[in-house]
């Protein structure tokens, strides 16, 4: 019979160290005994070890210093790299810019949850960039400037939204309801959401726009050994001096508690020159091809190359799993089948899931690819789906603007926000056309100062273009969550186009797509139920 044995959880460092101070446990104790290498060097010696992986443990736990050795050889020697993914850590990240957050949660298989500026009150806390130097007083100056528009857009918005609560409440949620029925919910809403404090989310959430991307905040994040080396290395060649810094903190931070772990460290001439020989062998390209004009109007969300094959592809995994037949063979015969008897076999296959449910694994054959061109503060929230393949461009204020929430509109708000992204701009461009000649106090192996430092004067709202490549399954787990009424306007707005596009190519696999509100409205009506 299967036994299952809890071999260790997370515990926070500061209680460790309590203890050491109370005598109940030592010094070394802490930096040689309690050490998370103790369970990657069992776990490693599982596969040619036949004693019980608890008494592999206990070694370890009684050897620790060879235990270090044998993660060192390996993990390192003989490559079995996922060993050192059983050595998990938790980090404290304070006083760290928006734009420094974007470069750490770009690590796809760690874990983050960071502060909010949709429900914290920002104040003029942010990263003053060591490559601004020179531009000190102008930088201040613009983001005090954004920082007193916040305060004035934040109050003002608050009014206005709870003035106009009917247009900025959940009002789909309401509309078939009759008056009766829709005073009864309100005032439960009011009571069980407390209203008041929602109402002064969605002020904050929209005059965070006008925020600079050297805001501070901070994060909880968890990772495991390998990844933890593998952000150090790709830091150390990162353009920014603050995600530079990041990674040397958080190696010196983790290198006492798990030394055997974090070897290589130093960034190969790939990771330093890789992007900047691209960045040189397509401007020749873009030269010699510069007589092409591209008469496509820019769109906010293009779906590329859609697969017109996509139900197809789904019908013929979902025959596969059912028969075991070859791939080959089941899209013959999904081609064949009449469309009721296609849509009869999605829905056999979905029928009485349910909204918290995952759509089952063949709809990952069916994928999709988009360019969208969205916010800073949508992105920063589209990154939280970190399956997806995000290759996010530069932030192009000349070219793509900023986006300008509905409210700022709605509360005639427009020529202060617009002032304030006028202001943010000019002192971008000053940065980018004189940032050649400025160069960051860095050790002599870190890169010198980057044009990109100029990002952090620019706003949430500004807009870049993101290439995002998806399955139909993550589809539906954005959708879910990013179409439900409760979502944030920005990220609601794409997820709905983005679904919107893919309806079109594959209506079959898209058949109970939608936000977890209408999730049982979507299902009677496939389903042909009384709601």
């Given at each position: 019979?299967?036994?299952?044995?809890?071999?260790?959880?997370?515990?926070?460092?500061?209680?460790?160290?309590?203890l050491v101070?109370?005598?109940?446990?030592t010094?070394?104790?802490l930096?040689?005994?309690?050490?998370?290498?103790?369970?990657?060097?069992?776990?490693?010696?599982?596969?040619?070890?036949?004693?019980?992986?608890?008494?592999?443990?206990?070694?370890?736990?009684?050897?620790v210093?060879k235990a270090?050795?044998?993660?060192q050889?390996?993990?390192?020697?003989?490559?079995?790299?996922?060993?050192?993914?059983?050595?998990?850590?938790?980090f404290d990240?304070?006083?760290?810019?928006?734009?420094?957050?974007?470069?750490?949660?770009?690590?796809?298989?760690?874990?983050?949850?960071?502060k909010?500026?949709?429900?914290?009150?920002?104040?003029?806390?942010?990263?003053?960039?060591?490559?601004?130097?020179?531009?000190?007083?102008?930088?201040?100056?613009?983001?005090?400037?954004?920082?007193?528009?916040?305060k004035?857009?934040?109050?003002?918005?608050?009014?206005?939204?709870q003035?106009?609560?009917?247009?900025?409440y959940?009002?789909?949620?309401?509309?078939?309801?009759?008056?009766?029925?829709?005073?009864?919910?309100?005032?439960?809403e009011?009571?069980?959401?407390k209203?008041?404090?929602?109402?002064?989310?969605?002020?904050?959430e929209?005059?965070?726009?006008?925020?600079?991307?050297?805001?501070?905040?901070?994060?909880?994040?968890t990772?495991?050994?390998?990844?933890?080396?593998?952000?150090?290395?790709?830091?150390?060649?990162h353009?920014?001096?603050?995600?530079?810094?990041l990674?040397?903190?958080?190696?010196?931070?983790?290198?006492?508690?798990?030394?055997?772990?974090?070897?290589?460290?130093?960034?190969?001439?790939?990771?330093?020159?890789s992007k900047?020989?691209?960045?040189?062998?397509?401007s020749?390209?873009?030269?010699?091809?510069?007589?092409?004009?591209?008469?496509?109007?820019?769109r906010?969300?293009?779906?590329?190359?859609?697969?017109?094959?996509?139900?197809?592809?789904?019908?013929?995994?979902?025959?596969?799993?059912?028969?075991?037949?070859?791939?080959?063979?089941?899209?013959?015969?999904?081609?064949?089948?009449?469309?009721?008897?296609?849509?009869?076999l999605?829905?056999?296959?979905?029928?009485?899931?349910?909204?918290?449910?995952?759509?089952?694994?063949?709809?990952?054959?069916?994928?999709?690819?988009y360019?969208?061109?969205?916010?800073?503060?949508?992105?920063?929230?589209?990154?939280?789906?970190?399956?997806l393949?995000?290759?996010?461009?530069?932030y192009?204020?000349?070219?793509?603007?900023?986006?300008?929430?509905?409210?700022?509109?709605?509360?005639?708000?427009?020529?202060?926000?617009m002032?304030?992204?006028?202001?943010?701009?000019?002192?971008?461009?000053?940065?980018?056309?004189?940032?050649?000649?400025?160069?960051?106090?860095?050790?002599?192996?870190?890169?010198?100062?980057?044009?990109?430092?100029?990002?952090?004067?620019?706003?949430?709202?500004h807009?870049?273009?993101?290439?995002?490549?998806?399955?139909?399954?993550?589809?539906?787990?954005?959708?879910?969550?990013?179409?439900?009424?409760?979502?944030?306007?920005?990220?609601?707005d794409?997820?709905?186009?983005m679904?919107?596009?893919?309806?079109?190519?594959?209506?079959?696999?898209?058949?109970?797509?939608?936000?977890?509100?209408?999730?049982?409205?979507?299902?009677?009506?496939?389903?042909?139920?009384?709601?």
């Amino acid at each position: 019979m299967v036994e299952v044995i809890l071999a260790g959880y997370n515990v926070d460092r500061e209680a460790l160290e309590e203890l050491v101070r109370k005598g109940a446990i030592t010094t070394d104790d802490l930096n040689n005994f309690l050490t998370p290498e103790t369970i990657s060097a069992a776990y490693a010696r599982i596969s040619r070890d036949p004693a019980p992986v608890t008494e592999l443990r206990k070694i370890s736990r009684n050897e620790v210093e060879k235990a270090r050795k044998s993660n060192q050889s390996i993990v390192f020697k003989m490559g079995h790299h996922s060993v050192a993914e059983h050595a998990v850590l938790n980090f404290d990240i304070l006083r760290i810019s928006r734009l420094a957050t974007e470069a750490l949660e770009a690590q796809r298989l760690c874990s983050y949850t960071e502060k909010s500026q949709r429900y914290i009150t920002l104040n003029n806390d942010y990263v003053m960039p060591d490559e601004l130097i020179k531009f000190e007083d102008d930088f201040k100056k613009a983001v005090e400037l954004q920082t007193k528009a916040y305060k004035e857009v934040y109050a003002i918005l608050k009014v206005y939204v709870q003035d106009n609560k009917n247009l900025f409440y959940l009002a789909e949620d309401i509309i078939n309801l009759d008056e009766e029925q829709q005073a009864r919910k309100f005032e439960r809403e009011v009571r069980e959401k407390k209203m008041a404090e929602l109402l002064d989310e969605w002020a904050k959430e929209d005059a965070r726009y006008v925020m600079s991307l050297a805001t501070q905040g901070q994060l909880g994040f968890t990772t495991n050994a390998r990844d933890l080396e593998k952000f150090i290395k790709y830091s150390a060649a990162h353009p920014l001096k603050e995600v530079q810094e990041l990674g040397q903190k958080l190696y010196k931070a983790a290198l006492p508690v798990i030394p055997s772990l974090l070897l290589f460290l130093e960034p190969n001439d790939y990771l330093k020159n890789s992007k900047k020989r691209l960045k040189e062998q397509v401007s020749d390209l873009l030269r010699a091809n510069d007589e092409l004009v591209v008469c496509a109007a820019e769109r906010e969300i293009r779906l590329i190359h859609p697969d017109k094959e996509a139900d197809n592809k789904l019908i013929a995994a979902l025959i596969r799993s059912a028969t075991n037949e070859s791939f080959i063979k089941a899209y013959m015969i999904a081609t064949r089948l009449k469309p009721e008897e296609k849509k009869e076999l999605v829905k056999k296959t979905l029928e009485g899931i349910q909204q918290w449910d995952s759509v089952p694994r063949e709809f990952e054959i069916p994928e999709l690819t988009y360019e969208i061109i969205m916010s800073a503060s949508c992105f920063a929230q589209f990154k939280r789906h970190r399956m997806l393949t995000l290759l996010p461009g530069a932030y192009e204020p000349d070219n793509l603007g900023y986006t300008i929430p509905p409210s700022i509109k709605q509360a005639g708000l427009i020529f202060e926000f617009m002032k304030i992204m006028g202001e943010s701009e000019e002192l971008y461009r000053k940065i980018k056309k004189e940032m050649p000649e400025v160069h960051a106090s860095a050790e002599p192996a870190m890169p010198v100062a980057s044009v990109e430092a100029a990002d952090y004067v620019l706003t949430n709202a500004h807009n870049r273009r993101v290439l995002v490549k998806m399955n139909a399954r993550e589809l539906y787990h954005v959708s879910r969550f990013r179409e439900d009424l409760h979502a944030q306007w920005d990220i609601r707005d794409k997820a709905t186009k983005m679904v919107a596009l893919a309806k079109e190519v594959m209506p079959l696999t898209m058949l109970l797509v939608g936000g977890k509100h209408e999730f049982q409205k979507i299902y009677n009506s496939a389903y042909n139920q009384q709601g």
